[in-house]
């Protein structure tokens, strides 16, 4: 009898930014899924969050807001416990609360095309850096933003060496940054990256 342990393979991108999400939220929290697709990040940020937090899911399709809008309430989770915005993650900042900029626990990007959808609205490098360096702004201390990045689809090459770029050039000093990719695969699978804030500490003057 083989032992299931020792044949698990290991975590999809997807797979290994909710495990280093998981641990870093809890009920109470308020987060955002910047890419909301068909809904299963979300699904998960409001079972770490809920009861007492709320989760702000954006997408700039409306097929994207209707299917995780049946998502989440098929999970019998309640309509006050989250909010939809259908825009894009760069005009984010327009659509939630100012008193948030700075409490937001955790920011989740799922970059590239919905499945099953128009693939012509895939994220852009563009709009996307812009959404970063706001979530990173509203990220609370310690809070942690993740990635997952599609260099496979046309534009997403672009993209993904883009976001992580732009990641690798955050200082130490104000946040620590990961990434997992598989380096025996074919350089269009796709990577994680997750950049987790640090406290502010003040500056001791003596
Ligand atoms: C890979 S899918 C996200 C998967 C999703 N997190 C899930 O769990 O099903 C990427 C999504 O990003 C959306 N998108 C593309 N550009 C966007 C933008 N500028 N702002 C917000 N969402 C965008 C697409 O419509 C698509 O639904």
């Given amino acids: 009898m083989p032992d299931p342990a020792s044949s698990l393979p290991?975590?999809?991108?997807?797979?290994?930014?909710?495990?280093?999400?998981?641990?870093?939220?809890?009920?109470?929290?308020?987060?955002?899924?910047?890419?909301?697709?068909?809904?299963?990040?979300?699904?998960?940020?409001?079972?770490?969050?809920?009861?007492?937090?709320h989760v702000y899911a954006c997408d700039l399709q409306e097929s994207a807001i209707v299917s995780t809008r049946a998502r989440l309430l098929s999970h019998e989770v309640s309509e006050q416990d989250f909010t939809l915005i259908q825009s894009s993650h760069h005009e984010l900042e327009q659509h939630l609360p100012a008193a948030l900029r700075g409490h937001i626990q955790s920011f989740m990007f799922n970059l590239g095309y919905l499945p099953g959808g128009e693939k012509a609205l895939i994220t852009c490098t563009e709009s996307t850096l812009q959404a970063l360096a706001f979530a990173f702004e509203w990220l609370a201390e310690s809070g942690v933003l993740s990635i997952v990045a599609y260099p496979g689809h046309e534009g997403g090459h672009q993209e993904a060496a883009a976001v992580e770029a732009w990641s690798s050039g955050l200082s130490p000093n104000d946040c620590e940054v990961q990434k997992m990719a598989f380096l025996n695969y074919r350089p269009t699978t796709p990577f994680g990256i997750v950049i987790r804030k640090r406290r502010w500490e003040p500056k001791n003057r003596d």
């Fill in 10 to 53: 290991f975590p999809t991108a997807v797979a290994w930014v909710q495990s280093v999400l998981s641990p870093r939220l809890q009920p109470g929290h308020v987060v955002v899924d910047a890419t909301a697709g068909n809904g299963h990040d979300t699904l998960f940020l409001t079972r770490q969050v809920l009861p007492g937090g």
